[in-house]
């Protein structure tokens, strides 16, 4: 069993900046995969961006390149999720997800983006 905990959610305006942040209890060194994913009020779970293995062939949602980048720590075993210039769609619940045998979710932090 592995327990995903997010953390680093807020209210901040647009073109405002958050770090989220995914503490894993299990080690990251040897994951399938890490990722960020995000839910609007309304609409599906959509993937913001994913990190394999060895941490080549990073993938981001359109929406989000060049705005939102995903990186790791290896000791802390935590993975992050840095947004900048903030629109007021980046609004929802941001979920951390990994792949270790199975599929994990952490329980969601809410990000708000005010216009």
């Known amino acids: 069993q592995v327990q995903l905990v997010e953390s680093g959610g807020g209210f901040v305006q647009a073109g405002g900046s958050l770090r989220l942040s995914c503490a894993a209890s299990r080690s990251i060194l040897n994951v399938n995969q890490m990722g960020w994913f995000r839910q609007a009020p309304g609409k599906q779970r959509d993937m913001v961006a994913i990190?394999?293995?060895?941490?080549?062939?990073?993938v981001y949602a359109a929406s989000v390149k060049g705005r939102l980048t995903i990186s790791r720590d290896t000791a802390e075993n935590t993975v992050y999720l840095q947004m900048n210039s903030l629109k007021p769609e980046d609004t929802g619940v941001y979920y951390c997800?990994?792949?270790?045998?199975?599929?994990?979710w952490g329980q969601g932090t809410q990000v708000t983006v005010s216009s």
């Open positions: 990190m394999p293995r060895g941490m080549t062939n990073i």
């Open positions: 997800h990994a792949i270790y045998d199975r599929s994990y």
